[in-house]
Each structure stands twice: as C-alpha cells, then as structure tokens.
C-alpha cells in the first residue's frame, strides 16, 4: 500500500547519482564575487529553460546518470516513448504555472558508516525539467557562493576541498574544521529558501515552479 506524504520540509535536491545532475563547467572569475548583483531575468528564464537544445541537453544528462524509474513507473526510454505525446501539454502547464510535479519516490540506502540513508526519487520527467532548471540557474547562483565552497559545485569536488585543506596546513595554518549541516535538506524551511532565491532570480515562472517541486510530496510504502 502507498501513501503521498507532503514535504515538511523534505529534501530540495532529489536523488541521483553522486552530486546530482549538474553539468560539470570551468569555475570563471565571477566565482570570486559573493556579492554578484541579482539578475533581471524577468520571464525570460523559464522560456530559456523550456528551449529545445537545453531539453536536449537535460535529457542527455539525466540518461548518462541512470537513475531508477520514480512513482510512475516509467524508465528513461519508456519516459522519453510518452513525452514525443504528452510534452506539447506539460510545456503549456510550465508556461502558465499550473503543472504539478509527481511525487518523489521514497527509497533506502545503505549508509558506509552503518544505518540507512532515505533518498527521493522523482519520475524521470521531473528530472529532465529539473535538470533544464538547472542548467539556466547555476551559471547565475554559482558566482554568489564563497571561494571556499566545493560541494555540489560545478568544476569543484571533494578532492579539491582536501587539497585546499592541506594547502592551508602546510601555509602555518594547524587547524581544519570539517562541518557538515546533518539532514540539511529535510529541515530547510522552504519559505526562507524561497526567500533567498527570489532575491537572486527575478523569474515568477521559475519561482512557482520551484516551489511546485518542494511541495510535490513522497509516496511512501507503509
């Protein structure tokens, strides 16, 4: 038996592979700059999202990443077999800001120290328009985080963070502090992250929508 739980609040980024499906770029200079001006993206960004070669794009990723099929059942080809009918209506749906994302399907894994890691799944066409969003955001979010920030970062990774570590031993500095936010994505108040965003992206569209994937809810099996 199944239930759909809402999100209370429940994890942002969705589970895939490693860190998720960004698409690994160049840090450029901006990166420096924690106080890069919001961008004036008026309702330009979603269309740019929604545009054939970034689809295309997004498809790509998420089919290089593998992912299990989310509460619809639906495999990457059987997904993309069912979006040559149905994508025509779930652009219109994007575009006025009615579409309503699937449930997240609720999975366990194995954690390397002991215990279990629950994990959401969402259908591979939430991931596909996830993954579309992601690629018009990051290039204007990515250059407001600190030159000191490697997680989930494209161009940067866990190894980097270690070197730089050591970097820092060897300049005199005795000390390195590793801090990890515990269960940060199921505790992260939505109204606040909102919040943030809205400061950085001037996008109604991409607003809503964003909020529709946060309020989409998990479908547990009980």
Known sequence: MLKVMRQMPTQVGRATKGGGEAVPEEASDETCDPRHEPQDTGSALLQAALTRENLQSALKRVRANKGAAGVDGLDINQSVEHLKSAWPAIKEQLLAG?????????????????????????????????????????????????????????????????????????????????????????????????????????????IRLIRAYLNSGIMSEV
């Open 98 to 206: 009615t579409y309503r994302p699937d449930a997240v399907r609720r999975v366990t894994i194995p954690k390397p120290d002991g215990g279990q890691r629950e994990l959401g799944i969402p259908t591979v066409t939430d991931r596909i328009i996830q993954q579309a969003l992601l690629q018009v955001l990051q290039p204007l979010l990515d250059a407001n985080f600190s030159e000191s920030s490697y997680g989930f970062r494209p161009g940067r990774s866990a190894h980097q963070a270690v070197m730089a570590a050591q970097a820092h031993v060897q300049s005199g500095k005795p000390i390195v502090v590793d801090v990890d936010l515990e269960k940060f994505f199921d505790r992260v108040n939505h109204d606040i992250l909102i919040d943030r965003l809205q400061k950085r992206i001037n996008d109604d569209g991409v």
